[in-house]
């Protein structure tokens, strides 16, 4: 049984930073892909970045050269650096395992 737990979420001020981290249970972590996904009220939900078991990366347009995507296989976690962050930057992020196995969510607000 895969369970992947976020954390890191909170309120930041327009510009500032955070750190997303993900813990995934189970024994196939190193082999999966993982991603970071957003969804803000009323919208659907998005890709933000993926990781392939690799380390190659991708991004969504809106979070190039702004949100750095990074993952650690011995301690079965992935991790999203939010760096310059924007008002419109606010969902609850998830993060998402190759397999559609998904976090419940961590709530990011960016807001002065």
């Known amino acids: 049984q895969v369970q992947l737990v976020e954390s890191g979420g909170g309120l930041v001020q327009p510009g500032g930073s955070l750190r997303l981290s993900c813990v995934a249970s189970?024994?196939?972590?190193?082999?999966?892909?993982m991603g970071w996904y957003r969804q803000a009220p009323g919208k659907r939900r998005e890709l933000v970045a993926t990781?392939?078991?690799?380390?190659?990366?991708n991004y969504a347009d809106s979070v190039k050269g702004r949100f750095t995507i990074s993952r650690d296989n011995d301690k079965q976690s992935v991790y999203l650096q939010m760096n310059s962050l924007k008002p419109e930057d606010t969902a609850v992020y998830y993060c998402?395992?190759?397999?559609?196995?998904w976090g419940q969510g961590t709530q990011v607000t960016v807001s002065s």
């Open positions: 189970g024994s196939m972590f190193r082999i999966y892909a």
């Open positions: 990781i392939s078991s690799a380390g190659s990366t």
């Open positions: 998402q395992m190759q397999g559609n196995y």
